[in-house]
């Protein structure tokens, strides 16, 4: 990047010296000035003029190509109008790329940096915008400072058909020549990629957790373990309020009980290729689960698959996704502690129940409308500690009858969390139920599902992170490390993305210990200040997972800087190995 910027100005700068870069003379004073632009191909290469060769837009995040664009006004070096810029993508090209103007404005990244002295710095991404008509535009604003002009490149999602992009640049300052300057772009992608493509974005519907499968009793599937190397094949569409038809994904909270040796789950929209990423890892006779987010299959079922020995599974579902509007959409928050019943702030007790652990056929009501009004469901990640004896929490809208479905199951002395997403009660809250003996109860919020956000895409697994690939990776004591999920090479936009949901595994840690996994813009990290909520509780050696709906700083959440905006991921004690699948996101409309 910064190369291509470097040669872009010193090119440049070498017009200005020997004359060759048209400025504004004193004989033309009274004519309006016009918009000077060079652009360059690559890594290398001479300049040209974009109204006569195509300007090559790359696949991938690494604009190679850019334009310089001058609006210099005097031979003085000091003289500066500074002046809104319009880039417009005619509706036609748009049209014919083969993609919706939507998916076309997620596709092409557009950088701006005003610095010729700071080449490589001060990046800002731009936004397009979709007009009536189909066609992309977007302003660039008049540096804020005195400068000459302004680096402009693009990158795009990787793909293999070819599109030109027929443009026009406008200066829109009344000091200007208004005529707009012809510009094309040259979209054919790298050699080799897979065309990109989009799943269907879709709205929640959040429903009362509903029981959908029991291989216990035989709800939902034969009443029989399922074997080792088999799966149990899951009808989403049609049940539990879910329609017949246009089901995109689903939440379920899968939980694996009397397993006869170490296995994992693996949940995948049926009639699709079994990934390799797991969603449930457990035990010989453990019993656990895990909420899982996993597209629907053509027919409206979902697999869940076991890898070895034997094991009932339950699968409740707690909501599901549609196209279109007719459902709720995703606000991401920084991850925040609501509930703790061991602290006082936190949990100041009411006359009928006292502060302290909740005890067995007790519930506490957590209030999700004191900060989130509008809430119609919230993501929670709930964990259990200090329990007296074996039991389960139950989460459910306050007001509405409470379900058999269970959300997290723990045996006594167990620290374990599960993330939850549940209905909010017509008062705003949520009640968490405790079956038998005591149990301390955190829960710390991540999101909620209201009027106004983000829609869902689900992409299925796709590994992100898995630091036992890389030695000297692993994640130490008080450490963080940071991942960019939201990258063509996961198959997600690099920009309106405003959350991605995980399955994130811990294994082999060295010690007893917990992580936690939050919104990281690089701009806001204060090294020491660690989270005081957790994702995933872990003993020393186990593997367990667990759902993590994370947000993703959004573009220009650091002041216009594209470079640095992460996923982090906190490690409080010892040593472990972490790995994180996305099976979906969140994104702008």
């Not at 700068?13 to 033309?28: E, I």
């Amino acid at each position: 990047m910064r190369k291509i910027n470097r040669a872009l100005a010193a090119t440049a700068g070498a017009f200005v010296l020997s004359g060759l870069l048209p400025l504004q003379s004193a004989a033309a004073d009274a004519a309006p000035p016009k918009l000077w632009t060079f652009c360059i191909n690559g890594w290398s290469g001479s300049l040209f003029d974009p109204a006569e060769k195509p300007v090559t837009v790359p696949g991938g995040e690494d604009a190679g190509s850019g334009c310089w664009l001058n609006y210099r006004t005097s031979e003085d070096g000091k003289t500066r109008i500074g002046t809104d810029l319009q880039l417009t993508l005619a509706a036609e090209s748009v049209a014919a790329s083969g993609y919706t103007p939507q998916q076309l404005a997620r596709m092409l990244l557009v950088r701006t940096n005003y610095s010729a002295t700071e080449v490589g710095k001060d990046w800002t991404g731009r936004h397009w915008t979709v007009t009536p008509d189909g066609a992309l535009t977007l302003t660039i604003p008049a540096c804020a400072d005195d400068c000459s002009g302004v680096f402009l490149q693009i990158s795009g999602a990787p793909r293999e058909q070819q599109a030109v992009l027929k443009a026009q640049l406008k200066a829109t300052s009344p000091g200007y020549d208004p005529t707009p300057l012809p510009m094309s772009f040259d979209y054919s992608g790298r050699a080799g990629t897979q065309p990109v493509t989009f799943g269907a974005s879709g709205t929640f519907v959040p429903v009362t957790p509903s029981r959908l499968l029991d291989t216990r009793n035989g709800t939902g599937a034969p009443a029989a373990k399922v074997g080792g190397g088999r799966a149990a094949n899951v009808r989403i569409a049609g049940r539990a309020g879910a329609p017949a038809q246009g089901v995109t994904a689903v939440v379920l909270n899968v939980t694996a009980t009397g397993p006869t040796m170490d296995s994992h789950v693996i949940a995948y929209p049926h009639g699709s290729a079994r990934p390799t990423a797991s969603n449930l890892n457990f035990t010989a006779g453990q019993t656990i689960s895990n909420q899982v987010t996993v597209p629907v299959g053509a027919d409206g079922t979902v697999d869940l698959y076991n890898n070895a020995g034997a094991t009932d599974l339950i699968a409740d579902i707690s909501g599901y996704y549609v196209t279109g509007d007719g459902g709720q959409r995703y606000t991401s928050v920084s991850p925040k502690r609501l509930l703790d019943t061991r602290d006082p702030w936190l949990n100041p007790g009411t006359p009928t129940r006292p502060f302290g652990p909740v005890g067995g056929g007790q519930s506490i009501s957590l209030n999700v409308a004191k900060t989130h009004p509008d809430a119609k469901a919230v993501t929670l990640n709930v964990t259990a500690t200090n329990p007296t004896t074996d039991s389960h929490v139950i989460a459910y809208p306050h007001g509405s009858a409470r379900p058999t479905a269970s959300n997290l199951n723990f045996t006594a002395g167990q620290t374990i969390p599960n993330q939850v997403t549940v209905p909010v009660g017509a008062d705003g809250t949520v009640d968490l139920y405790n079956n038998a003996g005591t149990v301390d109860l955190i829960a710390d919020i991540s999101g909620y599902y209201s009027a106004t956000g983000s829609k869902f895409v689900p992409t299925g697994p796709t590994r992100v992170l898995d630091t036992r690939q890389t030695p000297g990776k692993r994640l130490g004591e008080h450490e963080e490390l940071y991942i960019q999920p939201n990258s063509w090479k996961y198959g997600i936009p690099p920009f309106g993305v405003t959350g991605v949901t995980m399955n994130v595994t811990a294994t082999g840690g060295t010690s007893d210990s917990h992580l936690s996994v939050f919104p990281e813009p690089s701009c806001y990290h204060f090294p020491g200040m660690w989270p005081e909520y957790s994702n995933l509780n872990f003993t020393a050696g186990q593997t367990i997972p667990n759902a993590v709906t994370a947000g993703v700083p959004t573009l220009n959440s650091c002041g216009g800087n594209t470079w640095g905006d992460f996923v982090a991921f906190y490690n409080h004690s010892g040593t472990v190995d972490v790995i994180a699948d996305v099976s979906g996101y969140f994104v702008e409309d």
